[in-house]
């Protein structure tokens, strides 16, 4: 099976700071269809996941362009280029390509 | 507006059954696939078990073959996951999410429910 490898997983950041977060796979996530299943997902307290991020660095629509993500094969990040407080969460990163998906172990992002 | 509702959750004996459906409305039904995932209490996301937008092809999860079942009813635009020889490992908010596929690719957990908890305990 794949395992995702998230790091790190607190990140305390100060406002207005960039943040940044790793997310490794054992296999590629290279599909046969040309696409990368890699997903990232913010999760607030109490909440549902929101998913940001589809296809390694397509943005969902609403989600704030300060998100971004890039990556290839089995190494992939998540980028906040200025954290604001509303971005306080667990996010989580998602590979779709080998059954079972599964997710990394999330990173928990704070306010400093 | 696109929704998915999830309901069934409790509290279950172990050893027992509970059957978890997931409405959907606002989009298309019979043209996604469909996910279960859930999440233990302060833990992380697990993949339990998915569907393909016909229901010919289910899969599921380690942790869970042989004792879910995923099914789904396209005409009443509802998913199922009927899970048995329950054990507290199994306790958790149980999510339903949905997934777009085409001859270009997929497009997966672009919405997802609010969750229903089962607690599996004596």
Same mark, same amino acid.
């Given at each position: 099976?794949?395992?995702?490898?998230?790091?790190?997983?607190?990140?305390?950041?100060?406002?207005?700071?960039?943040?940044?977060?790793?997310?490794?796979?054992?296999?590629?996530?290279?599909?046969?269809?040309?696409?990368?299943?890699?997903?990232?997902?913010?999760?607030?307290?109490?909440?549902?996941?929101?998913?940001?991020?589809?296809?390694?660095?397509?943005?969902?629509?609403?989600?704030?362009?300060?998100?971004?993500?890039?990556?290839?094969?089995?190494?992939?990040?998540?980028?906040?280029?200025?954290?604001?407080?509303?971005?306080?969460?667990?996010?989580?990163?998602?590979?779709?390509?080998?059954?079972?998906?599964?997710?990394?172990?999330?990173?928990?992002?704070?306010?400093? | 507006? =696109?929704?998915?509702?999830? %309901?069934? !959750?409790?509290?279950?004996?172990? +050893?027992? $059954?509970?059957?978890?459906?997931?409405?959907? /409305?606002?989009?298309?039904?019979?043209?996604?696939?469909?996910?279960?995932?859930?999440?233990?209490?302060?833990?992380?996301?697990?993949? =339990?078990?998915?569907?393909? %937008?016909? !229901?010919?092809?289910?899969?599921? +999860?380690? $942790?869970?073959?042989?004792?879910?079942?995923? /099914?789904?009813?396209?005409?009443?635009?509802?998913?199922?996951?009927?899970?048995?020889?329950?054990?507290?490992?199994?306790?958790?908010?149980?999510?339903?999410?949905?997934?777009?596929?085409?001859?270009?690719?997929?497009?997966?957990?672009?919405?997802?429910?609010?969750?229903?908890?089962?607690?599996?305990?004596?």
């Amino acid at each position: 099976d794949v395992v995702m490898t998230q790091s790190p997983l607190s990140l305390p950041v100060t406002l207005g700071q960039p943040a940044s977060i790793s997310c490794r796979s054992n296999q590629s996530l290279a599909y046969s269809d040309g696409n990368t299943y890699l997903n990232w997902f913010q999760q607030r307290p109490g909440q549902p996941p929101r998913r940001l991020i589809y296809n390694v660095s397509n943005r969902d629509s609403g989600v704030p362009d300060r998100f971004s993500g890039s990556g290839s094969g089995t190494d992939f990040t998540l980028k906040i280029s200025r954290v604001e407080a509303e971005d306080v969460g667990v996010y989580y990163c998602m590979q779709g390509t080998h059954w079972p998906y599964c997710f990394g172990q999330g990173t928990k992002l704070e306010i400093k | 507006e =696109v929704q998915l509702v999830e %309901s069934g !959750g409790g509290l279950v004996q172990p +050893g027992g $059954s509970r059957r978890l459906s997931c409405a959907a /409305s606002g989009f298309t039904f019979s043209n996604y696939a469909m996910y279960w995932v859930r999440q233990a209490p302060g833990k992380g996301l697990e993949f =339990v078990s998915a569907i393909s %937008s016909e !229901g010919n092809s289910t899969f599921y +999860g380690n $942790s869970v073959t042989g004792r879910f079942t995923i /099914s789904r009813d396209n005409s009443k635009n509802t998913l199922n996951l009927q899970m048995g020889s329950l054990i507290p490992e199994d306790t958790a908010l149980y999510y339903c999410a949905r997934a777009y596929c085409n001859d270009t690719g997929c497009n997966q957990g672009d919405t997802w429910g609010q969750g229903t908890l089962v607690t599996v305990s004596s």
